[in-house]
C-alpha cells in the first residue's frame, strides 16, 4: 500500500532510488544534495537495498563508475549540483555517447565564482548540450514520481536522464510524499535488462577511435560513422518526448497522479498572460497568477516538465492564445538572454504567434523571488508591453542595476 | 615459481598487424601481458598510444574485451567495472587497467589514488614511455631529467622523474611489480601471479619508444635492457609490504656491477642535449634510487 510521509526533497529522492533497487551507486559529497547519498549509504550499510556503493573521489570519478557499471548492464544511480555537475561536464558527454541509461538527480544550485551554495539553475542549464534528458520537478511528490519514470525513459531509449530540481526550496524542505508500494514500482519498472553489455564472454572494443567516414567491419557491414551514432542520439532524445509521455500515462494509472505531458499547466484555459519556467519559480508564479486574477488579469502558468528534450509543440499549442509571454528562470546565457528564453522563442518562430515577451532573471545564487514579486513584475511589463518599443526585454529581477 | 617458455599461453590476443609503429616497446610488452591475462579479462583503457593500437571502430585487434574511458577516468573506469560485475553477480572477471605514464602518473593519479585507497579488485597497469607519445611526445612528470620533448625543446626537461612506485607503494596494496618487454618471461610472470591475487594490483613496463625517444625500430630491446643494466629502470617485486629484486636485476644487486648511465643515454636522440652537469645529477639520482632499494630488500 502506498503511503502518505512527509519528507525533503532528498528523501524522496534516496527513496526513490531504492524503490527502482539500483544495483550499483557512486557519489561524491556536495550541498545541497549530500542528504541523498547520506541516505542511501544508511540503506545500503543496513541491507535495506542490496547495491554495490562506490565512495568515490570526485564527481568524474562517480559518473565514470556510473558508465563503466552500466557498461557492464548494472542499474546505476548518482546524484550531484553545481560544481559536481561541471566537474562531470566531460562524463555527461561520454554517457549520453555511450547511449548508457544513468540516471542522476542534479539538486540545483548556483556555480562559482564567487562561491554560492544557494539555488538557481545555471548548473543543468551548463549541461544542456550533453545529451541528457532534462527532467524538472516543481515539489518532493515530483521528485520521487520522476526518479522512477526517469529509469524507464532511460531503459527505452538509452539515453541517460537528469532529474532536476531546486536546492533547498525542494531538497531540505519537508512536504507530504505519496511513496508508491514495492510492488507498484516493480510492476511499473521491471529488473534491467540492456540489449547489450560487456562481458568477458564476448570480445568487442567500445568507444574506440573512429574515424569521420563510415567504415566496413570485418563481415563487410558499413558500419556508422561518428556523424551517423550522434544523429542517432538526436533521434532518441526526439523518440524520448513520446516516450516520457507515454510512461507518464502508464505512471499515472499506477499512482493516479498525472504526468501525461511534457508540459503542466495552470489556469490556462481562458488564459491570455501565460507565465512559464522550469521547477519551483514555476510554482511561486502560479501564487501570483491567484493574485493577478483577483484583479480580473487573466493568466495563467505553463511550467516546463522536459526541457530536453524541448517539448516544442507543446508549447506551441500551450501559448498559442497568449497576448503576453512572462518566462522566469534562474538562470543566464550571458551576452544574450535566459536559455529557456531562448528556446521558447525558437519553438514559436513561424507560428505566426508574435505576442510580447518578457525574460525575467531571477533567483540567481539564491536570491530571494516572492510571488508577489512575480506579481509586480508582471503588472509592470503589462504597462510595459502597450509601448512598441518594450516588446523584447531581459529583465533582471531583485537585483540592483 | 618462474614459468619456461614452454609454458607460455600460446593463444595470441593481440592479432598480427596493429597501428602501433614499428618498434613499439608497448606492442612487446602487451603481447605477453595479455597471454598472461588470458580469457576471463576486462580491459578498461584511456586515451593513448594503446587506444591506437586497439584500432579504428569498427575494427579491433585485440580480442579481449575492451572498455574506452576518458583519459583521467581510467581506475575509476576499472571501479565501476568491478562494481557493475559484482552487482550482477560475474565475480570471476578480472578487471585491468592499462593506461600510459600520462595517463597514471599525470591526469589519472587522483582516480588511481582513490580507488588504491579502496582497495578495488583489479590490476592497474601503467605502461611508461615516459611523455605524451599518443599527441607527438610531450613532457610528461615521467620524462626523465634532460630530455627533449616537444614542449621541452630547447633547455630539455629541468626536473628528475616522479617516484610513482613509491607513491603506489605508500597505499600499501596488494602487489607491485616492474616488469619490461627486454625480459618478456619476467613480465608474464608477474602477470600471471597478478592476476591470482585479490585487492589492487599496480604493474609498471617500462616501453622504449622509438619514434619519442629517438633510437632505430631494431633497438628496443636493447635499450629496454640497458635501462636495466644501468638501474634506470629496476626490476622489482612488493608484496604485502615486502620487497624484493627480481630477474637481472636482482643478479646486478647481488654483483653490484651496473652499468654507468651514459651507456642508455647515448643511444637516444632525446637526451642529446643533456648537459654533463645533468648527466652527473641523473646519475646521482639513480644511485639514491638503487640504495634505498638495496635498504629495502635487506630490511
Ligand atoms: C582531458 C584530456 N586532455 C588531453 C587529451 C589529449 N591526449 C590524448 S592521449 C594523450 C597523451 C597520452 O599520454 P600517455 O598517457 O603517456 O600515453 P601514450 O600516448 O604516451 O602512450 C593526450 C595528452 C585527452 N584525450 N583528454
Ligand atoms: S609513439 Fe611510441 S609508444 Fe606510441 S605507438 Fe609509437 S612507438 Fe609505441
Ligand atoms: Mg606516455
Known sequence: MAETIIMTGNTAAAIAAKLCQVQVVAAYPITPQTSIIETLSQFIESGALKAEYVRVESEHSAMTVCISASTVGARVFTSTSSHGLLYMHEQLHWAAGSRLPVVMCCVNRGVGAPWSIFNDQQDSIAQRDTGWIQLYCRDNQEIIDTVIQAYRIAEEVYAPVMVCYDGFVLSHTMMPVCVPDTETVNSFLPPYKPHTFLSAEKPRNINPVIFPGMRHNSEGVLCDGYMEMRYKLQEALEKARDVIVSVGMQYAKLTGRDYSELLWRYKTEDAEILLTGMGSIATEATVAVDQLRQEGIKAGVVGIRAYRPFPRKAIQEALKNAKALIVLEKDISYGFEGALCSDIKAALYGTGLNAPLHNYIAGLGGRDVKAREIYEAVKTSLEDMKSKKAQNKTIWINCRR | ?299
Open chain 2, 1 to 299: 615459481m618462474p614459468e619456461n617458455i614452454f609454458k607460455v599461453n600460446e593463444e595470441e590476443y593481440m592479432l598480427p598487424g596493429n597501428r602501433a609503429c614499428q618498434g613499439c616497446g608497448l606492442s612487446l610488452a602487451y603481447r605477453y601481458a595479455l597471454k598472461a591475462l588470458r580469457e576471463d579479462t576486462i580491459l578498461t583503457i584511456p586515451a593513448s598510444c594503446l587506444t591506437v593500437l586497439h584500432g579504428l571502430y569498427p575494427t579491433t585487434s585485440v580480442t579481449i574485451p575492451c572498455l574506452n574511458c576518458t583519459f583521467a577516468s581510467t581506475a575509476a573506469s576499472a571501479a565501476g567495472l568491478v562494481a557493475g560485475l559484482t552487482a550482477t553477480g560475474k565475480t570471476n572477471t578480472t578487471v585491468v587497467a592499462f593506461a600510459g605514464d600520462g595517463g597514471t602518473y599525470d591526469i589519472g593519479i587522483q582516480a588511481l589514488s582513490g580507488a588504491a585507497e579502496r582497495g578495488t579488485d583489479f590490476i592497474f597497469v601503467c605502461y611508461d614511455n615516459e611523455g605524451y607519445m599518443n599527441t607527438g611526445t610531450q613532457r610528461s612528470s615521467a620524462t626523465p631529467m634532460g630530455a627533449l620533448t616537444t614542449t621541452t625543446p630547447i633547455l630539455t626537461k629541468e626536473q628528475n622523474k616522479k617516484d610513482m612506485l613509491k607513491i603506489m607503494e605508500a597505499h600499501d596494496i596488494a602487489y607491485i611489480a616492474t616488469t619490461s618487454p627486454a625480459y618478456p618471461l619476467d613480465l608474464y610472470d608477474k602477470f600471471v601471479k597478478a592476476k591470482r591475487i585479490r585487492g589492487t594490483r599496480y604493474m609498471q613496463i617500462h616501453v622504449p619508444c622509438p619514434p619519442g625517444w629517438g633510437y632505430p625500430p631494431r633497438d628496443t630491446v636493447k635499450i629496454a635492457r640497458l635501462a636495466i643494466e644501468t638501474g634506470v629502470f629496476v626490476l622489482f617485486e612488493v608484496e604485502n609490504g615486502k620487497f624484493r629484486f627480481t630477474g637481472r636485476s636482482k643478479s646486478l644487486a647481488e654483483k653490484g656491477n651496473r652499468l654507468p648511465l651514459i651507456n642508455y643515454i647515448e643511444r637516444q636522440d632525446r637526451f642529446k642535449k643533456m648537459s654533463v652537469e645533468q648527466l652527473s645529477r641523473f646519475q646521482k639520482f639513480i644511485d639514491n634510487k638503487w640504495h634505498e632499494y638495496i635498504k629495502k630488500a635487506e630490511a
